[in-house]
């Protein structure tokens, strides 16, 4: 795993790109369902590029099945909301899982 990400690094550095802001926020609400804690964490990525700055709006499913002791994430990038629950059938119904959203480009505003 620690090869894999210094050579995702290493990849990003090489074109340029760096991670300018990782924001995190408050769960929504925490289901207690088939004897697990769950909830939905939204989070928010900014990221520097040659281009400009690109962001992207994605969601973690976390799930406790210690009572909050130990959390695990889930990220709900990879797949679409619909298919989740039925890749994860232990997730709840009640769980509001926002769709995919495009991650937006803010052209650099470079002087010529």
Known sequence: ?????????AAMKLFGVSFKRYWIGDPGEIVSYNNQLQA?????????????????????????????????????????????KTILPYISPKLNIPPQKKPKLVPDKREE
């Open 1 to 9: 795993m620690k090869s894999k990400m210094d050579s995702a690094y």
């Open 40 to 84: 939905v964490l939204p989070e928010i990525t900014v990221i520097k590029t040659p281009l400009g700055e690109l962001t992207a709006e994605t969601s973690m499913i976390v799930i406790s099945m210690d009572k909050g002791k130990n959390w695990y994430f889930i990220d709900t990038d990879l797949t679409k909301a619909d298919r989740l």
